[in-house]
């Protein structure tokens, strides 16, 4: 979102961008960069501070299956969420003076992210355009915005594509777990996948409805549901590439925006102290598991099974890592000298370096982008959230090989897989390729989505780009009342032909 921010402030647009802090680990962020944006900052009281998450909130994310299960995300992922996002959403509601000064602003555009739909109701995590953005779904459509773009910094949320009125993307997209898709999957993989879409996409529902329950009470019921709210936005940006993802049906309203943040003028160039460690060894791998999982809370035997794998190769390659905490004792205690951590690197332009030859990642969307767009070959260990589906949506490009985060204490079996893709010169061409189709996109997303969000901010809500079939009901989107009539026709037929048997075969006894 603050990317967003950023590009929409640099083409002369007035920006504001409204930011409640709801985890602790994220308020002193550094993201926005454009000195025009105009930034409300908005806080806990102390009663809701005891509800933010923990900086560790994660840390069992090595080991547990609870983030990528759809059980789970059906059984504790909701109440987590809503726990989470609860206070700061009523503080918000409750707070008069805030909703009147953002009415008054009289913003031409929200741009709403749809993981926290209190936005969107209100206008929480949104900024705004005169030409906007950091506010939530509820909240735009509670200020009586006079256009709303909906956003999903991910590249996909299955919960929110049937409210916009896209088709099913049963057999088109695989679940995560999935061995195969398309005209090769068996049974199993079909099951899965069905599986995923209506159990997985559930457990989103289930916190969307709670948030929507708990805005109506706080709001008289002066508030849409969060469906009929997407039903009605002007746009959909979807963080994700058509050239890179998986293909999918979509409607025109669904703008895709994946890459516009990967500026292909930005300075890559690496600091001079780069320049000896990048040389010291033929190779150098870059080792980054992002920062909502951190490294320093793997389990011990995992660290120490990554500090096998290093000293393995500690001839030949130099390995960057990522790390938070620089005094971990134990870890230091493991590590080879080809070992080189810092809890911060440059991480773009190591991948743009062509000595650096192989990126082992978490695959959060931000380096799955950066990766593709950089031509680096990547081993990606998913963690968390949309990490299994953004591994598998570049496994199949050729330049990437998934690995299982419950197998990173087999270091012997990580290793071959890194000596494999060292040596096979494939994965390179593979990811050559990809980034070359990107470079060569004829729309960049930074074009689609600056357009766009012109286009909303000047004309307000389109509704000719609605779906008309997004309003019709069971009988008829099915078609059940015309296969009702057919199976009449076809049931009174056989009716008319069983009684003209009968009478015939009664009048020939007759006659006997």
Known sequence: MANLANQLAENGHQVTYFQPFVIEAYKDHKLLKHE??????????????????????LHDAWYSGKYQSAIKAVTEMPEFLFSAWEHMCRKIFQDAELLVNLKERNFDVVIAETFDFCGLCAFWSVF??????????DLADYIESKSIISVFTGSRLLAITTPLGEPSWL?????????????????????????????????????????????????????RHWKKILHDVTFHFSNSNPYLDFSVPTIPKVIPIGGFDMDE??????????????????VTVFVSFGSMVKSRFMPNHYKEAMARMFAENVKNITFLWKYEDLEDQFLINHLPENVILKDWFPQRALLADKRVKLFITHGGLGSTMELAYAAKPAIMIPLIAEQPDNGKMLERHGSVEVYSKYDIPNWKK??????????????????????????????????????????????????????????MGVIEFYNLDILFLFLSVILGFLYLLWRYVSNCAGFKSKLE
């Open 128 to 137: 705004c355009l005169k030409l906007i953005r950091d506010l939530f779904s």
């Open 414 to 471: 990580l290793n071959k897989v890194l000596q494999k893709m060292l040596n096979n010169e494939s994965y390179q061409k593979s990811a050559d390729r990809l980034a070359n189709v990107l470079k060569n996109q004829p729309i960049k997303g930074r074009e689609h989505m600056i357009k766009h969000a012109e286009m909303a901010a000047k004309f307000g809500k389109l509704p000719e780009l609605t779906p008309n079939v997004q309003d």
């Open 171 to 223: 057999h088109y997209l695989p679940a995560p777990s999935s061995g195969s898709f398309g005209p090769g999957s068996s049974l199993l993989d079909r099951l899965n996948d069905l599986y995923h879409k209506y159990v997985f996409g559930n457990g989103y529902s289930v916190v969307f409805d709670w948030q929507y329950y708990q805005v109506a009470r706080l709001t008289g019921g002066k508030v």
């Open 36 to 57: 025009s944006i105009e930034v409300l900052n908005y806080w806990h009281d102390e009663e809701g501070r005891k509800h933010m998450p923990p900086a560790n909130d």
């Open 265 to 282: 003028t930005l300075d890559t160039a690496l600091p001079k102290e780069y320049e000896f460690i990048l040389n010291k060894r033929p």
